[in-house]
């Protein structure tokens, strides 16, 4: 069973947003840093945007101004809000979490994956 578990992905024309939520029955989210990746075909994975225990966040210069990272405690769910989508956001988007304070920038070392879900911007 997988900790971590993301929806919300689909297909978008360009210029459309879309909302992803991360979700746990396992974890405790709002203990754990929590980072979104994502990785399109034939690149490598990219970190997009991380949050912390105290809400603070971090995000790639590539969505900074288009997509925000936010926390929902009560329904231990993390999300990622894509506004101004561009055929250029297409891949799949993961979902990490780590017991340490700590947003890896390659993903390396993170404790908890999702299986990730698939995002495609296209007209």
């Known amino acids: 069973q997988a900790q971590l578990v993301e929806s919300g992905g689909g297909l978008v024309q360009p210029g459309n947003s879309l909302t992803l939520s991360c979700a746990s029955s396992?974890?405790?989210?709002?203990?754990?840093?929590v980072a979104w990746f994502r990785q399109a075909p034939g690149k490598e994975r990219e970190r997009m945007a991380c949050?912390?225990?105290?809400?603070?966040?971090y995000y790639a210069d590539s969505v900074k101004g288009r997509f925000a990272i936010s926390r929902d405690n009560a329904k231990n769910t993390v999300y990622l809000h894509m506004n101004s989508l561009k055929p250029e956001d297409t891949a799949v988007y993961f979902c990490a979490a780590d017991r340490a304070p700590y947003c890896s920038n390659d993903g390396s070392g993170v404790d908890y994956w999702g299986e990730g879900t698939l995002v495609t911007v296209s007209s």
């Open positions: 949050i912390w225990p105290d809400a603070n966040t």
């Open positions: 396992l974890l405790n989210l709002d203990t754990l840093t």
